[in-house]
T-cell receptor, first 113, second 111 residues
Framework: DAKTTQPPSMDCAEGRAANLPCNHS???????VYWYRQIHSQGPQYIIH???NNETNEMASLIITEDRKSSTLILPHATLRDTAVYYC??????????????FGQGTELSVKP | EAGVAQSPRYKIIEKRQSVAFWCNPI?????LYWYQQILGQGPKLLIQ????????DSQLPKDRFSAERLKGVDSTLKIQPAKLEDSAVYLC?????????FGSGTRLTVV
């Protein structure tokens, strides 16, 4: 079963920051937080991941609370193309250690003009 | 680099028929996954391969589903016989030492 809780849907105005929350209160010390998104009719796409430090890449920022029980994905300037379902996943280890991704229901983000 | 290739893109079959899906992962990726995604739900892991060995098939309905990756590269997922509830998108993914990359999936409709 998925070990995360996300709101089922969110709206965001184009050009504004989209802040997507995720609760993972039972996360273990060796588990990473991963974010993927899925645009309609496509496979999920990797966005970002982190262990305990905040992370930033060209797509997004990931803020993880100090107790690691929750995190927030930030899309700094949302565009219409960011409309998608966003999945927050906790996963032990990294890919070459054989860990697997267990998806929950995700958050459906609608970016509106 | 080329992505994860899947075929066919769409498939419609009658219940009790059989169907097979094919996946060609990214070159050099040792780990391959098959996921099932029912409309409105997140992807559900069916089976995970490491090279040509099965790592996890605990969620694979083995009475009707089978998968193989004989040479540790391409993989085939088969359903025989299909049921109406098997209607879904079947996603293949592969990973090396970084993030997991998904294909576009095969949309199966069982009528």
């Amino acid at each position: 079963d998925a070990k995360t809780t996300q709101p089922p849907s969110m709206d965001c105005a184009e050009g504004r920051a989209a802040n997507l929350p995720c609760n993972h209160s039972t996360i273990s010390g060796n588990e990473y937080v991963y974010w993927y998104r899925q645009i309609h009719s496509q496979g999920p796409q990797y966005i970002i991941h982190g262990l305990k430090n905040n992370e930033t890449n060209e797509m997004a920022s990931l803020i993880i609370t100090e107790d690691r029980k929750s995190s927030t994905l930030i899309l700094p300037h949302a565009t219409l193309r960011d409309t998608a379902v966003y999945y927050c996943i906790v996963r032990a280890g990294i890919y070459n250690q054989g860990g697997k991704l267990i998806f929950g229901q995700g958050t459906e983000l609608s970016v509106k003009p | 680099e080329a992505g994860v290739a899947q075929s066919p893109r769409y498939k419609i079959i009658e219940k009790r028929q059989s169907v097979a899906f094919w996946c060609n992962p990214i070159s050099g990726h040792a780990t391959l996954y098959w996921y099932q995604q029912i409309l409105g739900q997140g992807p559900k892991l069916l089976i995970q391969f490491q090279n040509n060995g099965v790592v996890d098939d605990s969620q694979l309905p083995k009475d009707r589903f089978s998968a193989e990756r004989l040479k540790g590269v391409d993989s085939t997922l088969k359903i025989q016989p299909a049921k109406l509830e098997d209607s879904a998108v079947y996603l293949c993914a592969s990973s090396g030492d970084r993030d997991l990359t998904f294909g576009s999936g095969t949309r199966l409709t069982v009528v």
